[in-house]
């Protein structure tokens, strides 16, 4: 499927469990990030990559770990996973910098709950 | 450092009214601004974006936003709400030098039969 995939959709796991999130995308975007939605927080960035093999923290990276291997996927792992960290998870991608209009394209979320 | 603010976290409005939800930003350079929309359940959707083309942009779904740089405001509106415009609404800005997107926190929009 063209696009932006994330799976799985829906995650329940036990604090303490380590748990990894997918996603992929299918237009070798060079650019690609993590975020968390909470209420009241709104989106707030976790990780996001240049390219392969290049990564950055966000806003709140602390718990989380990325990889970047191959362009088209950015996987994101909970080491030890936290009630906390109940969230709901998006994946986005854009083209690379030069067109700083660029917009984001959102895969449809992983709605993660730690028991 | 890039930073945006949405006034009302929600905002509720007759269908056929006026929608207008608020957008500042803060940034020593005219940024790279973006609204987003969200249906339940789903990712973020583009709704329209500044490229300093012209100050008033036109998006999906008959929304359109105006830059105005002396009050660092990129506002959202349509003229005549629908049922289907139910959805939280995000603005973006992306600075210049940098491939981050700050969000704001969202503006839940509300639309009454």
């Known amino acids: 499927d063209a696009g932006i995939t994330q799976s799985p959709r829906y995650k329940i796991t036990e604090t303490g469990r380590q748990v990894t999130l997918m996603c992929h995308q299918t237009w070798s975007h060079s650019y690609m990030f993590w975020y968390r939605q909470d209420l009241g927080h709104g989106l707030r960035l976790i990780y996001y990559s240049a390219a392969a093999d290049i990564t950055d923290k966000g806003e709140v990276p602390d718990g989380y770990v990325v990889s970047r291997s191959k362009t088209e996927n950015f996987p994101l792992t909970l080491e030890s996973a936290t009630r906390s960290q109940t969230s709901v998870y998006f994946c986005?991608?854009?083209?690379?910098?030069?067109?700083?209009?660029?917009?984001?394209?959102f895969g449809p979320g992983t709605r993660l709950t730690v028991l | 450092a890039q930073s945006v603010t949405q006034l009302g976290s929600h905002v509720s409005v007759s269908e056929g009214a006026l929608v207008l939800l608020r957008c500042n930003y803060s940034s020593s350079v005219p940024p790279y601004l973006f609204w987003y929309v969200q249906y339940p359940n789903q990712g973020l959707q583009l709704l329209l974006k500044y490229t300093s083309a012209a100050t008033l942009v036109k998006g999906i779904n008959g929304f359109e936003a105006e830059f105005k740089k002396s009050e660092t405001s990129f506002h959202l509106t349509k003229p005549s709400a629908h049922m289907s415009d139910a959805a939280e609404y995000f603005c973006?800005?992306?600075?210049?030098?940098?491939?981050?997107?700050?969000f704001g926190t969202g503006t839940r929009l509300k639309v009454l039969a």
């Open positions: 973006a800005v992306r600075g210049s030098g940098t491939y981050k997107y700050i």
């Open positions: 986005a991608s854009s083209e690379s910098a030069g067109q700083g209009y660029n917009e984001q394209f």
